[in-house]
């Protein structure tokens, strides 16, 4: 459905995407991942028609973005980060006016398809509201309603999630999930945790190139050999008798601190083992025979975080910009 | 699609009206349009007053009406037009690029050709109501005297392309930045130019200064305000429009708009 081969999309020197080549199937929900500045919105520009590429071809539906930009724009629905409607406009008014230009001709079959993308998105109690006086969840589900008006196969959606709240995140998120399977959708986000809810494949791209083109796979993958432990006990000793345990490869201590007696810790504790062995028995007899307390056993799971950091950390070496980023964005509400 | 043209003229002219700027614009002009043509209906009354009275001694004179009143309300509007036309067209893409609607509106499946048209048709909409409004000084001159219609006539169509003009020239330069007060003050300043760009030159006969003269272009109208139509001029005018609507194309299509 979506085909981009070396994309490539410079700003005078500074590089935006450099040499990016993907392909997504009829029905994906694809996730952008990266960090500020990594070439999502560049990219996704692209793909809406709003920009040729410097270089490299993309085509969307069949259609190449460029030289067949109003075949695509026909097929895309596209909804930009910052969400630029015109204030002065009412929600139905706005809405009619796109369904309009998307060349839904007839009146009365235009008035029901704005209603039942009113109704979709939510919005229809607000239809007569101005859009300027809007809360910006609201608007963010009239934009996302000009996206869906005229049945794209294509929805390019940027950061759709960005500055609402956690109940509007949700809602979107399930909105967007809904939409998924009929048509082919592609956001950008960097939270990890909703590209991991939303969507069914994920891309991570840094610096303008691909990272990795499926870490959801490898996601799954990796969650098979982890188990997740919270023990009370001699924080030192845990550590190091888990080590010796048959088939354990790696030790991660994710979370430590004061126990609930003198001289223990209570650790949340990541344990990697090979993929034919289960050290979970080997573990609770240890625990039993050392008279730690167990708090709780579980499966592990190595979350999207995990695989972004250690991919974003291993291309880039530690340059400012990518430290402070990963996980710590106070909106990522899961 | 013909279509699309006109649901962008819609929504264009609707957002003038949405601002209190249309209104204001429109408000200035009437009041300052009224003024003109009450001082050129005074001058008219006093002049004909002091010809009555010496009508004895030189037997009685006609006084052209439509030429001392209209044809000076027409010289006179044309000047305020110039003033008020960059109002007009300063939001047209400026706007769009300031609040980042741009970016969505070319992601539209609109052609280049039905945006820019529709767009300039609203203003053109909103420059029609302006002119609309002086239609009622038509009533006071028919009132008072016998008006020759086709002097009119070609008075109002030598405005209307006046206005286009000033229109297109507008409309082009508010592509070029997104500040509406820089794209006003830009376009009035072009017009300016436009403006005085023959007065240096007016008595040479070399060629350049022929050229320039040739580009002045208000001194095309002053044929129409006097009531003639000249091909001539018609052709100036239409030449002017098509050259900057035709560079607003070249200046969407270029890569500087679309980031």
């Given at each position: 459905m979506i085909q981009a081969d070396s994309l490539t999309k410079k700003y005078g020197d500074h590089t935006a995407v450099d040499n990016l080549s993907f392909s997504i199937e009829p029905g994906e929900i694809c996730g952008f991942l990266g960090p500020n500045?990594?070439?999502?919105?560049?990219t996704m520009r692209i793909l809406a028609g709003f920009m040729p590429p410097t270089a490299g071809t993309a085509t969307v539906a069949g259609f190449n973005v460029f030289t067949h930009a109003m075949e695509v724009k026909k097929r895309v629905g596209y909804l930009p980060e910052s969400t630029p409607l015109y204030p002065d406009m009412r929600v139905w008014e706005y809405i009619d006016y796109v369904a309009e230009l998307k060349g839904c001709a007839a009146r009365s079959d235009r008035m029901r398809k704005v209603g039942d993308i009113m109704e979709l998105t939510g919005v229809i109690s607000r239809r007569n509201s101005l859009i300027g006086a809007l809360s910006k969840g609201l608007r963010q589900r009239v934009g996302l309603a000009q996206a869906l008006i005229g049945d794209p196969q294509v929805l390019i959606l940027d950061e759709p999630t960005i500055g609402l709240d956690p109940k509007q995140i949700m809602e979107m998120r399930s909105l967007i999930k809904d939409l998924g399977g009929r048509r082919t959708v592609i956001l950008s986000s960097h939270l990890l945790s909703e590209v991991q809810m939303v969507c069914t494949r994920a891309m991570i791209i840094n610096k303008g190139k691909l990272v990795d083109s499926n870490a959801m796979d490898r996601l799954s993958g990796d969650a098979v050999n982890t188990v997740l432990v919270t023990l009370d006990g001699p924080g030192e000793q845990i550590r190091s008798e888990?080590?010796?345990l048959p088939g354990v490869t790696e030790v991660l201590v994710r979370q430590d601190r004061p126990g609930t007696r003198d001289q223990t810790r209570t650790m949340t504790i990541e344990i990697h083992h090979k993929d034919d062995t289960n050290p979970r028995g080997d573990l609770v007899r240890l625990v039993a025979s050392k008279g730690w307390d167990l708090i709780e056993l579980g499966k592990g799971s190595v979350?999207?975080?995990d695989i972004y950091i250690k991919i974003i950390t291993q291309d880039a070496g530690t340059s400012e910009e990518e430290k402070s980023l990963p996980g710590t964005d106070p909106g990522d509400v899961t | 699609m013909m279509g699309n043209l006109l649901v962008v003229m819609k929504r264009e002219f609707k957002s003038y009206f949405h601002s209190p700027v249309a209104y204001a614009v429109i408000c200035m002009f009437v009041l300052i349009s009224g003024f003109f043509f009450y001082s050129?209906?005074?001058l008219y009354g006093l002049v004909s007053f002091e010809l009555s009275r010496t009508a004895q001694v030189t037997g009685p004179q006609e006084l052209d009406m439509t030429d001392m009143v209209m044809g000076q309300l027409f010289g006179n509007l044309s000047i305020v037009m110039l003033l008020m036309m960059p109002l007009i067209t300063m939001r047209l893409f400026s706007e769009e690029r300031k609040n980042g609607s741009a970016e969505l509106l070319f992601t539209w499946p609109i052609r280049d050709f039905d945006l820019v048209m529709g767009k300039y048709?609203?203003?053109?909409?909103?420059?029609?109501i302006m002119l609309a409004s002086t239609a009622s000084y038509l009533g006071f001159v028919y009132w008072y005297s016998t008006p020759h219609w086709q002097a009119i006539l070609a008075g109002y169509l030598g405005l209307v392309l006046l206005g286009a003009s000033f229109l297109a020239l507008g409309i082009f330069v508010s592509t070029l930045t997104e500040n509406q007060i820089i794209s006003a003050a830009l376009s009035f300043g072009a017009l300016?130019?436009?403006?005085?760009?023959?007065?240096?030159?007016e008595?040479?006969?070399d060629t350049l200064s022929q050229t320039l003269n040739y580009l002045s272009i208000l001194k095309h109208f002053y044929q129409f305000a006097r009531g003639s139509v000249d091909t001539r001029d018609v052709v100036y005018y239409l030449t002017f429009i098509f050259t900057f609507l035709f560079f607003t194309f070249r200046s969407l299509e270029s890569g500087k708009w679309r980031g």
């Amino acid at each position: 459905m979506i085909q981009a081969d070396s994309l490539t999309k410079k700003y005078g020197d500074h590089t935006a995407v450099d040499n990016l080549s993907f392909s997504i199937e009829p029905g994906e929900i694809c996730g952008f991942l990266g960090p500020n500045g990594a070439g999502k919105t560049s990219t996704m520009r692209i793909l809406a028609g709003f920009m040729p590429p410097t270089a490299g071809t993309a085509t969307v539906a069949g259609f190449n973005v460029f030289t067949h930009a109003m075949e695509v724009k026909k097929r895309v629905g596209y909804l930009p980060e910052s969400t630029p409607l015109y204030p002065d406009m009412r929600v139905w008014e706005y809405i009619d006016y796109v369904a309009e230009l998307k060349g839904c001709a007839a009146r009365s079959d235009r008035m029901r398809k704005v209603g039942d993308i009113m109704e979709l998105t939510g919005v229809i109690s607000r239809r007569n509201s101005l859009i300027g006086a809007l809360s910006k969840g609201l608007r963010q589900r009239v934009g996302l309603a000009q996206a869906l008006i005229g049945d794209p196969q294509v929805l390019i959606l940027d950061e759709p999630t960005i500055g609402l709240d956690p109940k509007q995140i949700m809602e979107m998120r399930s909105l967007i999930k809904d939409l998924g399977g009929r048509r082919t959708v592609i956001l950008s986000s960097h939270l990890l945790s909703e590209v991991q809810m939303v969507c069914t494949r994920a891309m991570i791209i840094n610096k303008g190139k691909l990272v990795d083109s499926n870490a959801m796979d490898r996601l799954s993958g990796d969650a098979v050999n982890t188990v997740l432990v919270t023990l009370d006990g001699p924080g030192e000793q845990i550590r190091s008798e888990l080590r010796l345990l048959p088939g354990v490869t790696e030790v991660l201590v994710r979370q430590d601190r004061p126990g609930t007696r003198d001289q223990t810790r209570t650790m949340t504790i990541e344990i990697h083992h090979k993929d034919d062995t289960n050290p979970r028995g080997d573990l609770v007899r240890l625990v039993a025979s050392k008279g730690w307390d167990l708090i709780e056993l579980g499966k592990g799971s190595v979350s999207l975080e995990d695989i972004y950091i250690k991919i974003i950390t291993q291309d880039a070496g530690t340059s400012e910009e990518e430290k402070s980023l990963p996980g710590t964005d106070p909106g990522d509400v899961t | 699609m013909m279509g699309n043209l006109l649901v962008v003229m819609k929504r264009e002219f609707k957002s003038y009206f949405h601002s209190p700027v249309a209104y204001a614009v429109i408000c200035m002009f009437v009041l300052i349009s009224g003024f003109f043509f009450y001082s050129a209906m005074s001058l008219y009354g006093l002049v004909s007053f002091e010809l009555s009275r010496t009508a004895q001694v030189t037997g009685p004179q006609e006084l052209d009406m439509t030429d001392m009143v209209m044809g000076q309300l027409f010289g006179n509007l044309s000047i305020v037009m110039l003033l008020m036309m960059p109002l007009i067209t300063m939001r047209l893409f400026s706007e769009e690029r300031k609040n980042g609607s741009a970016e969505l509106l070319f992601t539209w499946p609109i052609r280049d050709f039905d945006l820019v048209m529709g767009k300039y048709l609203a203003a053109l909409s909103v420059f029609f109501i302006m002119l609309a409004s002086t239609a009622s000084y038509l009533g006071f001159v028919y009132w008072y005297s016998t008006p020759h219609w086709q002097a009119i006539l070609a008075g109002y169509l030598g405005l209307v392309l006046l206005g286009a003009s000033f229109l297109a020239l507008g409309i082009f330069v508010s592509t070029l930045t997104e500040n509406q007060i820089i794209s006003a003050a830009l376009s009035f300043g072009a017009l300016l130019v436009f403006w005085v760009i023959g007065w240096a030159v007016e008595e040479k006969t070399d060629t350049l200064s022929q050229t320039l003269n040739y580009l002045s272009i208000l001194k095309h109208f002053y044929q129409f305000a006097r009531g003639s139509v000249d091909t001539r001029d018609v052709v100036y005018y239409l030449t002017f429009i098509f050259t900057f609507l035709f560079f607003t194309f070249r200046s969407l299509e270029s890569g500087k708009w679309r980031g």
